[in-house]
C-alpha cells in the first residue's frame, strides 16, 4: 500500500485514487462510532457496509432542557420565510387560519344569566401575494388571551385586533359555534324540555369595514299544503281516509346588526317561532301530539313560504340590516329536497353557491 504524505499543489486523480484506497482501508477495520466521528459519509465507501446518514443521537427525552431566548430566536421559522419559498402562484389568499378549535366561552342569555357552552372557533386572516405564510398559533394565542371574559362582540373585536396586529393582516374574520339551550314548553300537557338551538357569531373585517353577523339554524315541520288539499278532497269526495305529507325541515337565517344594536339569541329564536310556529317538540305527551298535528294543518306551507314568513319578521326588525335565509324541506313524498335561497342586501349575494350549500342544512339530533 503506498501512502503519500502532504501533498503539494492541486491533488490529481492518481491522488484521489491513492486517498480513497486509505479511507477504505481504515473504514474496514474503524467502528461505527469513529466512522461517525470522522464522517458518516464514510461507511459508503466500503462494500457491504450499510451507509448511516447520522450521528449517534440521543433517544432519551430531555425533560430537564430549558429553552431560553437565544435558543427559540435559533429556531428555523418557515412560514415567516422569504418570498423565494412561495410554492405555485404569488397571488393574495383572502383567508387562511384555523378551524374548530374548541373552548368553553361564557355567554349572556337574555332571561337566565350567564352559561358556559363549548365553542369551535374558527379564525382567519388574509395573506397578501409576497408573504409565504402565517404563524397560526398566534390566532389561538390571540383569543386565548381573551376567553376568560363573557363573550360580546366587543370580545371578538378586541381577539380580531390582537391577531390581525401580530400577524400584519388588512382582512381578518373570526367565527364561533355553539349550541344553545332555551326551555320550550310542550303545547298543551304543561311539560317543558331543553331545546338546542345551533348558532354561529361571526365578525368580518374587509377593506376596513366590520360585519357583526349571527346564524342560527331553526328546525320545523313543514306540511304541504297541496298534499293537504288532496287529503282533504279524497275524504270528501270519496270518504277515503288520506294524510298529508309533512317532514322535519331546517332554515339557516343569517342576519348583520346594525351598528349598536343588540340582539339576543332567544330575540332570534323567537322571530323565527313566530314566523314559522310549527317547530319541532321536546316533550311531548298524546294530547301535544294531537295538537302539533292540529298546528301543522293550520300551517301548512311551501319552502317557497317559508322563506318569505322568515323574511317579513326580519324586515320588520330594525336592529337587522342585511339577510340571508337558506331553507331546506327534507321531502317524505319526494326522493329529493325542496330548498330555497332568499337574500336582502349585498352582504350575502352571490353568483354561485357551493355545491354542498343545502347538503349542510341538517340536524343532528
Known sequence: MNIHGRILGAPDREDARSALETLRAWAAEATEAEISTLDPAIARLVPGRAPDSYPTLSRAYPADFAVDEAYKDSLPDL?????????????????VGISNFRLPIRYHTRDNGDITLE???????????EKKGINMSRIMRSFYAHAERTFSFEVMEAALDDYKSDLESFDARIQMRLSFPMKVDSLRSGLSG???YDIALELVERAGVRK?????????????????????????????L???HSQRSVARISVVLEPGAVLWFEDLIEAARAAVPTETQVMVKREDEQAFAELNAANPIFVEDAARAF?????????????RILASHQESLH??????????????AAESLDPHLFATLIHRG
Open 79 to 95: 412560514q415567516n420565510g422569504p418570498s423565494s419559498l412561495i410554492v405555485g402562484a404569488r397571488t393574495q389568499i383572502q383567508h
Open 119 to 129: 365553542t369551535g372557533v374558527t379564525g382567519t386572516v388574509s395573506l397578501e401575494a
Open 194 to 196: 331543553w331545546q338546542y
Open 212 to 240: 357583526k353577523i349571527v346564524h342560527l339554524d331553526f328546525v320545523y315541520s313543514s306540511t304541504c299544503p297541496c298534499s293537504l288539499e288532496l287529503s282533504e278532497h279524497a275524504r270528501a269526495t270519496r270518504g277515503q
Open 242 to 244: 288520506a294524510t298529508p
Open 311 to 323: 323574511a317579513a319578521v326580519l324586515l320588520a326588525d330594525p336592529r337587522v340590516g342585511d339577510f
Open 335 to 348: 326522493s329529493h329536497d325542496a330548498v330555497s335561497l332568499l337574500t336582502e342586501g349585498p352582504t350575502f
